[in-house]
């Protein structure tokens, strides 16, 4: 008989240690959940975004509450990008945007904004940039955001470091990649 005991005791404690697993199990999926509602929620409100959807395509793209300021900048940093490499001109134009964007010196966003200009953020983050800033502008939160001011800016990286005497200054790379950015920061406007 007492075989038997320990036979179903140790049934019982292996039953148990499984169901604790379990609730562990369910406990960090839940509270993992929760951490991502909260980011997509603090990304959300950062960028003025309402829709849940925008917010999580910023997370997806790799921007936290602390970096969204950065998404205006990224149709700057694409022109930038336009021929290769960024020059020093451009770099300390890209820069000045940022400070008077808030980008404080040595920050998460700063930290974010110096790793792009020394290696191109992906495709995906140019390509669904665009969208998400007309979101931006489109939510009628105060953003200081204006798709005049962002294009003028576009304009000024792409005349930084070309051409000769003035003549020449934005490549056909430049100008084609500046009509495309027009066209996303300013078809929806009202």
């Given amino acids: ?9 140790r049934g019982r404690s292996l039953e148990d240690d499984y169901f604790r697993k379990k609730d562990r199990e369910l406990i960090e999926k839940i509270q993992r959940a929760a951490e991502a509602d909260r980011a997509r929620a603090d990304v959300g409100r950062a960028a003025g975004l309402t829709d ?3 917010a999580q395509e910023l997370l997806d793209l790799g921007f936290t509450a602390e970096t969204v ?32 964007r808030g980008i404080a010196e040595n920050s998460a966003a700063d930290l974010r904004l110096t790793s792009w200009m020394t290696d191109r953020p992906s495709e995906a983050v140019f390509a669904r940039a665009g969208r998400l800033i007309r979101a931006m502008l489109d939510s009628g939160s105060d953003t200081g955001l204006n798709a005049d001011d962002l294009v003028a800016y576009c304009e000024k990286i792409a005349s930084a470091s070309g051409g000769v005497f003035g003549i020449g200054r934005i490549s056909a790379e430049e100008r084609k990649l500046l009509s495309g950015l027009v066209s996303d920061l300013k078809s929806r406007q009202s």
């Avoid at 008989?1 to 005791?9: F, S």
């Avoid at 300021?69 to 960024?86: D, S």
């Fill in 1 to 9: 008989m007492p075989d038997r005991d320990i036979i179903q005791e």
């Fill in 69 to 100: 300021v950065l998404l205006p900048l990224v149709p700057i940093l694409q022109m930038a990008w336009a021929e290769g490499g960024i020059t020093k001109e451009e770099r300390d134009l890209i820069v000045r945007f940022a400070r008077s």
């Fill in 52 to 54: 849940p959807a925008l």
